[in-house]
């Protein structure tokens, strides 16, 4: 069961952090990833982190440099910390969760749960 939380409206250049959190049998998570749907458009690959090596990370092009997704396994939490926020990151965000993990998982059919999503509205 994964739960996200952190999305809100916010002005461009602003910034937010996004929260998953996670219950239930977590043992069988491998790895957190996070998507988003724009308006009109396809879910989309976010980033994405191991679970147990913090420094596997993965991003699309255009967050890199701007997005860092990290996690604490002590709270079974992901995170994914957006910066300066522009209004093509308005999207529902979603968190997910992978059964295993390879370096650069990002295909949305390798992640087997999912929450809810969290609405993230970025203004001009």
């Known amino acids: 069961h994964l739960v996200e939380s952190g999305g809100g409206l916010v002005q461009a250049g602003d910034s937010l952090r996004l929260s998953c959190a996670t219950s239930?049998?977590?043992?069988?998570?491998?790895?957190y990833g996070w998507f988003r749907q724009p308006p009109g458009k396809e879910r989309e690959f976010v980033a994405s982190?191991?679970?147990?090596?913090?420094?596997?990370?993965s991003y699309t092009n255009s967050v890199k440099g701007r997005f860092i997704v990290s996690r604490d396994n002590d709270k079974n939490t992901a995170y994914l910390q957006m910066n300066s926020l522009k209004p093509e990151d308005t999207a529902i965000y979603y968190c997910?969760?992978?059964?295993?993990?390879?370096?650069?998982?990002?295909?949305?059919?390798?992640?087997?749960?999912w929450g809810q999503g969290t609405q993230v509205t970025v203004s001009l």
């Open positions: 997910a969760a992978s059964a295993f993990w390879t370096a650069g998982l990002s295909e949305r059919d390798s992640f087997a749960y």
């Open positions: 239930g049998r977590t043992s069988n998570i491998y790895g």
């Open positions: 982190i191991a679970k147990y090596d913090s420094t596997d990370t």
